[in-house]
């Protein structure tokens, strides 16, 4: 019960009165129905309950915390420069690693860190979908805001976006959800203008707000997080033409800056970033020409490089990682390729069902789910979808999830994690 009502518990004054072995139980137990600020709060009230005995066990308290899982404003602004735990050598060490890690852009940890950083979440947190924005049945672009529950397959509907956003581009980074650009439009004159304007959507309040804004409008655009940063990379400008302008956002310093641009404009490419790099899979020219081309952009180094390969012909088609894997989900085909990373080779997957296009995936508990779209049925005639589908990447097979809510496509489909006082289903 304890575990599960942490928050009440925590609260009370008995739970101040726990010994250290007994809070170090609570903390590092992978049932606690808490999110990892929470976990550091609560060590922080205990030690101040009795700060004379108890300011020396801030170490071990502290690597009880999964710093993996905290926002960095938060890690580097308030507990780096909590007066306990700047009182403790050892604490002040793991902040400067995990500040050394983000900084590197590196995936590889210190022997000291590991532990801490490759601890798993919390069985109670759970990566749920949401599905934002896009083209609704066809009538015009949508505002709604999706959470999909897996223990009841209901959709659940969130705070809508504060306008309609035409094309605008979709990532989640540190259990936030973000609205990046797009084309804005009013409905009364009917008047549209290339928008620079971050929105921001957490679990935790379900109000939309906004952020630092981009340093160039854009819409058409295609954005990806890795570590604390967003990627945004080309799109269409306020002069009407294919951008090959890249810009990253990093959550640490609440800041936008002007990175190495991409080699070839490109509009509708698949992209996926893994191990250091962003992947830019074919889209189209200036001429809807298809682009057989990967382009690569290595994080650390702001330095991009191309590779021309048949294999790639891709438009309309979204990307998305599963371990060292990069899987490119139809894009006017059936077809779904895999791409590793490793062996720089390509692999075939099971076909979609219909040739599809403008449609989103995403992964959860590696799983592929790819929710809506455009098809082209067997009359060769476009329509929209409101497919929701699942690819298990071990056994290769695709299974029916049900169907949206309403006919959606240009949409985002995310995971965003949400804390539960019951366990993850299996």
């Not at 009230?45 to 700060?51: G, Q, V």
């Not at 108890?54 to 170490?59: L, P, Q, T, V």
């Not at 979440?121 to 759970?126: D, G, K, V």
């Given at each position: ?22 809070l ?6 992978d ?13 922080l ?7 004379f ?7 071990d308290?502290?690597?009880k ?18 007066p306990?735990?700047?009182s403790?050598t ?15 852009a590196?995936?590889?940890?210190s ?9 798993p ?6 990566e ?8 609704k049945?066809?009538?015009q672009?949508?505002r709604?805001?999706?959470?999909y529950?897996e ?10 976006l504060?306008?309609?956003l ?12 973000y ?7 009013c409905m009364a004159?009917?008047?549209?203008s ?5 929105y921001?959507?957490?679990?935790k309040?379900?109000q939309w707000?906004?952020?630092?804004p ?9 954005s990806?997080s ?13 002069d009407?033409?294919i ?13 936008w800056e ?5 080699p070839?404009a490109?509009?509708?490419p ?13 889209g189209e020219d ?6 057989r081309?990967?382009q690569v952009?290595?994080i ?7 590779l021309e ?8 088609a ?20 895999a791409y590793d ?5 390509f ?16 992964v959860?508990?590696?799983k592929?789910?790819?929710?809506g ?13 409101d497919?929701f589908?699942?690819?298990d990447?071990k056994t ?6 049900g ?18 006082n ?5």
């Open positions: 019960m304890a575990v599960r009502c942490f928050s009440d518990v925590a609260a009370t004054e008995d739970f101040c009165e726990l010994s250290l072995p007994e170090m139980c609570y903390l590092e137990d049932r606690l129905c808490a999110e990892e600020e929470q976990v550091f709060e609560t060590l009230a205990w030690i101040h309950h009795d700060p005995s108890r300011r020396g066990a801030i170490h308290l502290f690597k915390v999964r710093l993996r899982y905290i926002h960095p404003t938060y890690l580097f602004q308030f507990i780096a420069n909590d306990l735990v700047q403790s050892l604490c002040t060490e793991i902040i400067d690693s995990v500040r050394r890690l983000m900084l590197t590196s995936t590889k940890c022997r000291e860190l590991k532990p801490l950083w490759t601890t979440r919390r069985y109670t947190c759970r749920t979908l949401v599905v934002v924005g896009g083209r049945n066809n009538e672009t949508s709604e805001a999706l959470l529950d223990r009841t397959h209901r959709w659940q509907w969130m705070a809508k504060p306008l309609r035409y094309k605008a581009a979709y990532v989640c980074i540190h259990s936030i959800l609205v990046l650009g797009g084309l804005s439009l004159s009917g008047d549209s290339v928008s620079a304007t971050v921001t959507l957490s679990l309040t379900n707000r906004t952020a630092e981009m340093l160039e409008p854009r819409y058409a655009h295609q990806v890795y570590l604390h940063f967003i990627f945004v990379l080309g799109g269409i400008g306020l009407k033409r951008s090959q302008s890249v810009e990253r956002y990093n959550s640490m310093f609440n800041q002007a990175m190495a641009s991409m070839t490109v509009l509708h698949a992209i996926a970033a893994s191990d250091q790099r962003i992947y830019v899979f074919g200036a001429m809807q020409n298809p682009v081309l990967i952009y290595h650390s180094r702001n330095l991009w490089s191309r390969t048949r294999t790639v012909k891709n438009v309309c979204p990307a998305a990682v599963i371990e060292e894997k990069i899987y490119i989900i139809g894009g006017y085909t059936r077809r779904m390729i990373t490793k062996a720089n080779k692999f075939k997957c099971a076909n979609l069902k219909e040739r599809r296009m403008h449609h989103s995936a995403t959860i508990n590696n592929l789910y790819v929710t779209g455009r098809i082209l049925n067997g009359h060769d005639v476009i329509e929209d979808s497919c589908e699942c690819y990447p290769d097979v695709w299974t029916s999830k169907s949206l809510p309403y006919k959606l496509f240009d949409h985002g489909s995310l995971p965003l994690v949400c804390v539960s019951r366990p993850n289903p299996p």
